[in-house]
């Protein structure tokens, strides 16, 4: 079955400065990778997705990119904020197959104004 | 519109006791989902309904666990008896499971238990 991979497990950043995450995952039919946000006492949120027909995605300041024949994913956060802390997680599906979500571990992010 | 509500938020019990979870979904939402997220960890994919009926429980301890989704609607997740290594956070979700985005699944807060 898929096994998704999440690093770093933490990452601290100055406030304005970028964050990435990297994911990787093992089974080659996944097609749909959505990267969810989660804050304290909360249940995730979904940030951005990308589908396996699409390099790169942008919403204002994040952005995922998606290398099939690697199989990795990435988010990208710019301009980062202290709201942007929290627990980011990637996952990973077959879309047409029941949408079953593999997660990876989670990194949790801080932002320090 | 209104957001995936569970209850309760926090439970605590003593191992070998049971408990049960509540989760309403999104209205018009045909899927539900019940995730477990262990501390630390992502969550980990419990059972999944489509409607009223099972699509996948292949990582429910159905020794333990068991879950039921009466008229394809509210759902509750029990568990009997408890032990210790099942103190995480019960996470339900659910997706329209149609067009659009039909895997976008929308989280509730969750209920921690905690097992002692």
């Known amino acids: 079955g898929e096994n998704v991979e999440q690093h770093p497990s933490t990452l601290s950043v100055q406030e304005g400065d970028s964050a990435v995450i990297k994911c990787t995952y093992s089974?080659?039919?996944?097609?749909?990778f959505p990267w969810y946000k989660q804050e304290l006492g909360k249940g995730p949120q979904l940030i951005i997705d990308i589908r396996s027909n699409v390099g790169e995605k942008k919403d204002q300041r994040i952005a995922v990119t998606l290398n099939k024949t690697a199989k990795h994913f990435s988010l990208h956060i710019t301009e980062t904020q202290p709201e942007d802390s929290a627990v980011y997680f990637c996952a990973a599906t077959t879309y047409n197959q029941g949408g079953k979500l593999i997660f990876g571990q989670g990194t949790e992010l801080s932002v320090k104004p | 519109e209104a957001g995936v509500a569970q209850s309760p938020r926090y439970k605590i019990i003593e191992k070998r006791q049971s408990v049960a979870f509540w989760c309403n979904p999104i209205s018009g939402h045909a899927t539900l989902y019940w995730y477990q997220q262990i501390l630390g960890q992502g969550p980990k994919l419990l059972i999944q309904?489509?409607?009223?009926?099972?699509?996948?429980d292949s990582q429910l301890p159905k020794d333990r666990f068991s879950a039921e989704r009466l008229k394809g609607v509210d759902s509750t997740l029990k568990i009997q008896p408890a032990k210790l290594e099942d103190s995480a956070v019960y996470l339900c979700?659910?997706?329209?499971?149609?067009?659009?985005?039909?895997?976008?699944?929308?989280f509730g807060p969750g209920t921690r238990l905690t097992v002692t």
């Open positions: 089974d080659s039919a996944s097609n749909y």
């Open positions: 979700a659910s997706s329209l499971g149609t067009s659009g985005n039909p895997y976008e699944q929308y």
């Open positions: 309904f489509q409607n009223n009926g099972v699509v996948d």
